[in-house]
């Protein structure tokens, strides 16, 4: 079981890395087209690159197929389990790309980051999933951490700050929801369904609002396909495998670690330099990840 749970942490962090460097793929995206077209096409192209890889997983499996009534019941589970996680997926996703455009980028990321702290509140009032101290020292450390991390100046909430705020809610519900469907159905399967929808309620959102251009997605091939085959394809299909069998709020700590990495990213492609106050915060957030662990062991 230990070596089950260390496998899913290192899925899990290997998720946040590819999502830390996505900040920078979303940065240069965004100059190109507009928050619904640039979630349109990476989460189309996300889904798509899922379809070869669900067809060779499944190889061989015909012959252990259950019975039609099972394979029913299995079919309605994956299909509700992926619209909901699509429909999680699309509100805060877009979200977080209108309220980047009203606040700073330091702002948005420490209060994305807020959900590692919104999981175990909501997972403890509602869904009854208890946390142990040490999860919550954890997840204040955490919060340090990304407030020496993000937050330079002073801290004032606005427009923007209110819609990532909104934003972090709703990736708490995506990450508990997750929590709920992935140990009842294929996760990869599940995971390309949410794209599927998420891409098609964005493509929706984006004929009624913006004017998408081929010429500009074109010309942002390169963070559209990173978004799309990496950050989506890739990641969010690793968060739900990774997330089977873990605690949601030990989950949702050890993705909060995108932020960490997207400053090192920054510093390392765009040549962005770090200060010594958040090369602290990066240590602070690095140090709850390793507290938390220690749930993982008892």
Not at 94 to 118: E, L, P, R, S
């Amino acid at each position: 079981m230990k070596n089950v749970q260390l496998r899913h942490s290192l899925l899990l962090l290997l998720t946040a890395t590819i999502w830390g460097v996505a900040f920078v793929a979303q940065s240069v995206g965004m100059d190109y087209v507009e928050p619904f077209t640039f979630n349109c096409v990476r989460c189309l192209i996300g889904g798509l690159v899922l379809i070869p890889c669900i067809w060779f997983l499944n190889r061989g499996k015909e012959k252990d197929a259950p019975w039609p009534e099972e394979r029913r019941r299995q079919r309605k589970v994956l299909l509700r389990g992926g619209l909901f996680c699509g429909l999680c997926l699309f509100a805060a996703s877009n979200f977080q790309q209108f309220g980047i455009q009203y606040t700073t980028v330091g702002k948005a990321g420490f209060i994305t980051a807020c959900y590692i702290i919104i999981v175990p509140v909501i997972g403890s009032l509602f869904l009854k999933k208890r946390c142990s101290g040490l999860v919550w020292v954890s997840v204040a450390l955490a919060l340090c951490g990304l407030y020496l991390l993000c937050i330079t100046g002073e801290f004032s909430i606005g427009k923007g700050d209110l819609l990532v705020f909104i934003c972090a809610v709703l990736f708490s519900v995506h990450i508990l929801v997750i929590d709920h469907f992935s140990p009842l159905t294929d996760g990869v399967k599940m995971s390309c369904i949410q794209f599927f929808v998420c891409g098609i309620l964005s493509g929706i959102a984006m004929f009624l609002t913006e004017s998408p251009n081929l010429g500009n997605i074109l010309a942002a091939y390169l963070p559209l396909l990173y978004a799309g085959v990496f950050s989506c394809g890739v990641a969010y299909t690793l968060q739900i495998v990774g997330q089977r069998d873990m605690n949601p709020a030990v989950a949702s700590l050890i993705l909060s670690l995108e932020s960490c990495i997207s400053v090192l990213a920054g510093w390392l492609i765009l040549g962005q330099r770090l200060s010594a106050r958040e090369l602290t915060g990066c240590l602070v957030m690095f140090a709850a990840i390793i507290l938390a662990q220690q749930v993982t062991k008892e």
